[in-house]
């Protein structure tokens, strides 16, 4: 009997809203935000192997390492010495979206792979929650890609009710990557107050984040003068952008007017 690979996808992250309170003294910064996940992300595939591998193909394949140091690589392994495992898997990864671009990136791939994996394995997933924040601080609330509050580093996480479930979405950005760590180094440091409700917060990190990328400002500009967007906020660390929009067709609308040196995606909010 042919055994089809297991599939998983790994959703695209928004930050609704992401307001930095202070730096911590491990280097990290406190925050609160608001996750949300788009229906459509990357693709991960898992095939039975005597050995671990992970192949990248896609749009953005070039833009990755498929070595040991691959944070899918990297969560394939832990979760195999956490659970004991002597089985391999040949993991596929098909790069969709933008590298270093805010909405989740590597982590999402890591989560799918331990989500993945949990399922492919038969193990607890009680373990991949203890692997997740070990891979990085967005980690968690990828494993989980629900809508939720997040805390902390960002990994202290509660369920919420955002009222964003199946709203239309674009996300855009202006082929740029930007670096998390570079983005939180340009923070001011000063604490604009606490997130209460989402859709009257803000991202702290655009500021320092539009010093490095400038073009942010024209993907904001031109996502809010389009027909139907509402919300219009810069996700994550950057430089990806996105809009929620108030139907499917006015979204499509502003997808087929984007300026073709842009990526983007149209999507809906899970």
């Excluded at 693709?43 to 140091?69: I, Y």
């Excluded at 340009?186 to 010093?211: C, K």
């Amino acid at each position: 009997m042919t055994v089809l690979p297991a599939t998983e996808i790994a959703p695209a992250k928004v930050n609704l809203a992401l307001h930095v309170r202070r730096r911590r003294d491990d280097g990290r910064h406190d925050i609160e935000t608001i996750f949300a996940f788009c229906t459509d992300g990357d693709r991960l595939t898992a095939e039975p192997s005597d050995d671990l591998s992970l192949t990248v193909t896609g749009p953005f394949a070039a833009m990755l390492d498929d070595g040991s140091d691959n944070l899918v690589h990297r969560a394939a392994t832990a979760l195999a010495a956490e659970a004991r495992i002597g089985k391999g898997v040949r993991l596929t990864l098909d790069k969709r979206l933008p590298v270093a671009s805010g909405i989740g990136g590597g982590s999402a791939d890591a989560a799918a792979a331990l989500r993945l994996l949990t399922s492919l394995w038969g193990i607890d997933p009680a373990m991949a929650e203890r692997i997740a924040p070990t891979l990085g601080s967005d980690v968690p609330a990828c494993l989980l890609s629900m809508t939720a509050r997040g805390e902390g580093a960002g990994d202290a996480l509660t369920l919420v009710d955002a009222g964003v479930a199946g709203r239309p979405v674009l996300l855009v950005n202006p082929r740029l990557p930007l670096s998390t760590a570079a983005v939180f180094c340009g923070w001011d440091g000063q604490d604009r107050g606490a997130l209460g409700e989402w859709r009257e917060g803000r991202n702290d990190l655009e500021a320092p984040a539009r010093s490095q990328v400038p073009e942010i400002g024209s993907v904001l500009d031109w996502l809010r003068s389009r027909e139907g967007a509402e919300t219009v906020r810069m996700s994550g660390s950057g430089a990806t952008c996105f809009a929620l929009f108030d139907s499917e067709e006015t979204r499509d609308s502003a997808a087929a007017a984007c300026p073709p040196t842009w990526w983007h995606l149209a999507s809906f909010l899970r």
